[in-house]
């Protein structure tokens, strides 16, 4: 007889495929081609799909959002699989150069793009117009036209961040990210103490 974890479990499963089923019969919406900038100069959301149809855009509040680095490292693990699937783009308010700078101290390869907190951030958020809330829109193109697919947010405890399944197995209920874990060592191996630490 299964337990009531391994009971549970099944029926979180169940209702994941339940929710992509339901978000494959969404109605899609057309959208404008909303301008970004980038390192290399000003581009397109159309530009953003290169040569796919469906672009993924996840929706990171910049650089000084714990929560959004959190989740940005992990997608970042799953970015070559991603990309096998559809094109994909990380976008902040942060100007391109703070965004590259940024990206390149947590050695992630997002393409990246900013939308400097204009029109797409305040009409695409993810929760319509709700501004600049972590989570991810799905695009496609269908024609000439960009239609807004799917959207999602993102937040303690969701089910777009491996690590908070892994921090309730442990039985571990209370947890804020930070940019860095590195303790300074009480003890030096020149074996002098640390006065600083």
Request: hydrophobic share 35%; with cysteine.
């Amino acid at each position: 007889m299964p337990s009531r974890i391994e009971e549970l479990e099944r029926r979180i499963a169940e209702a994941s495929q339940e929710l992509n089923e339901l978000r494959k019969g969404s109605v899609s919406s057309a959208v404008p081609n909303y301008a970004f900038r980038t390192e290399a100069g000003e581009t397109t959301l159309r530009d953003l799909f290169a040569d796919r149809d469906k672009l993924l855009v996840i929706h990171n509040m910049g650089q000084g959002c714990r929560y959004c680095t959190l989740w940005a490292d992990g997608f970042n693990g799953l970015l070559p699989h991603l990309e096998a699937a559809l094109s994909v783009v990380l976008v902040s308010k942060d100007a391109p150069d703070v965004q590259r700078t940024f990206a390149n101290s947590r050695g992630w390869r997002f393409r990246l793009a900013s939308h400097g907190g204009a029109d797409y951030i305040r009409e695409q958020g993810v929760y319509g117009e709700a501004e600049n809330y972590p989570g991810a829109v799905v695009y496609e193109l269908q024609g000439d036209a960009i239609h807004r697919l799917n959207a999602c947010s993102f937040g303690p405890g969701d089910i777009y961040c491996a690590l908070w399944g892994l921090l309730g197995l442990a039985g571990i209920d209370e947890f804020t990210p930070q940019y860095t874990y590195w303790q300074r060592p009480r003890k030096l191996d020149d074996g002098g103490e640390n006065l600083l630490g």
